[in-house]
Nanobody, 121 residues
Framework: VQLQASGGGLVQAGGSLRLSCAASGRATFTSYAVGWFRQAPGKEHDFVAAISWSGGSTYRDSVKGRFTISRDNAKNMVYLLMNSLKPSDTAVYYC???????????????WGQGTLVTVSS
């Protein structure tokens, strides 16, 4: 599976962005869970959200109520809608696939390139 993340940009605090993760390749996308991780400058990757093949979702506490993960299996797409953005959300965001819905980075095998989200105060 090949993944490509897009949709990042510069936004003011309180604003919104929608990230997209496009999947391609011979593997069946619907068989995978998809997660979003982020990496702020000088920090390690942090789990943000994940969605199972059936649509179940998990979020890190700091984004609950603000971020929504969704998927469109017919289009091989996963989305991350980010509302009420804060400067602390500034990071490079990555999407990745896993055989199960997980918060653990080691459970994810295929990764897309990142997309930069910058939230100004």
């Amino acid at each position: 599976v090949q993944l490509q993340a897009s949709g990042g940009g510069l936004v003011q605090a309180g604003g919104s962005l929608r990230l997209s993760c496009a999947a391609s390749g011979r593997a069946t996308f619907t068989s995978y869970a998809v997660g979003w991780f982020r990496q702020a400058p000088g920090k390690e990757h942090d789990f943000v959200a994940a969605i199972s093949w059936s649509g179940g979702s998990t979020y890190r506490d700091s984004v609950k109520g603000r971020f929504t993960i969704s998927r469109d299996n017919a289009k091989n797409m996963v989305y991350l809608l980010m509302n009420s953005l804060k400067p602390s959300d500034t990071a490079v965001y990555y999407c990745a696939t896993s055989l199960r819905e997980s918060t653990l980075i080691n459970d994810y095998d295929y990764w897309g390139q990142g997309t930069l989200v910058t939230v100004s105060s």
